[in-house]
């Protein structure tokens, strides 16, 4: 079982706001990062740390966080936005190992 | 150009072995700790493992302990799986990212900022 949990499903009604959250005991000491990934293709890095967005994110894309819980925020939501989203963090056994949620399928409507 | 490209996958039987590699171009990969993550079809993301820069540090999923074996060689640029012992839930597409690790305050961030596209490894008999 995942040691982050996510919904799995949200739908957002076209520019509009839709908030997706990642709950796990790791977030108290690791941000987390978020990634997008459209049907056949490779996840792609939107959300780092506190609030930061790599070069060619829109900014659209925010992040946060507060305690052992962590949220992606997409402001207007476009077509395009239209993926899976997962968090990531180490995991909480102090060991270094990796983890990820088990996504959340963002339907634009 | 920055980038990521795996290769190996393919086809094998459960109990065989298979040996993925991924080609970095385009950055200083010495520079850098290394990770596999899979994809089983339909499925979200697992990670898999991870080796540091120097190949001082290495970590596996408990999934994966025992049977699979990562290892670089910054020389050539690349980053290796070796698979063992495969089972049919090994099935996944595999993805070479590059991590990055900082530490701010009191609290760690680490991500993946550069991803592979993929290669498919099918365990069937």
């Known amino acids: 079982s995942s040691e982050l949990t996510q919904d799995p499903a949200v739908s957002v009604a076209l520019g509009q706001t839709v908030r997706i959250t990642c709950q796990g005991d790791?977030?108290?000491?690791?941000?987390a990062s978020w990634y997008q990934q459209k049907p056949g293709q490779a996840p792609v890095l939107v959300i780092y740390?506190?609030?930061n967005r790599p070069s060619g994110i829109p900014d659209r894309f925010s992040g946060s966080a507060s305690g052992n819980t962590a949220s992606l925020t997409i402001t207007g939501a476009q077509a395009e936005d239209e993926a899976d989203y997962y968090c990531?963090?180490?995991?909480?056994?102090?060991?270094?190992?990796?983890?990820f949620g088990a996504g959340t399928k963002v339907t634009v409507l | 150009e920055v980038q990521l490209v795996e290769s190996g996958g393919g086809l094998v039987k459960p109990g065989g072995s298979l040996r993925l590699s991924c080609a970095a171009s385009?950055?200083?990969?010495?520079?850098?700790?290394m990770n596999w993550v899979r994809q089983a079809p339909g499925k979200g993301l697992e990670w898999v493992s991870s080796?540091?820069?120097?190949?001082?540090?290495?970590n596996y999923a408990d999934s994966v302990k025992g049977r699979f074996t990562i290892s670089r060689d910054n020389a050539k640029n690349s980053l290796y799986l070796q698979m063992n012992s495969l089972r049919a839930e090994d099935t996944a597409v595999y993805y070479c990212?590059?991590?990055?690790?900082?530490?701010?305050?009191?609290?760690?961030?680490?991500?993946?900022?550069?991803w592979g596209r993929g290669t498919l490894v099918t365990v069937s008999s």
């Open positions: 990212a590059r991590e990055v690790e900082e530490q701010w305050l009191v609290i760690h961030c680490w991500y993946f900022d550069l």
């Open positions: 385009g950055f200083t990969f010495s520079s850098y700790s």
């Open positions: 080796i540091s820069s120097s190949s001082s540090y290495i």
């Open positions: 790791s977030l108290r000491s690791y941000y």
């Open positions: 740390g506190k609030n």
């Open positions: 990531n963090s180490r995991d909480s056994s102090g060991k270094h190992l990796g983890v």
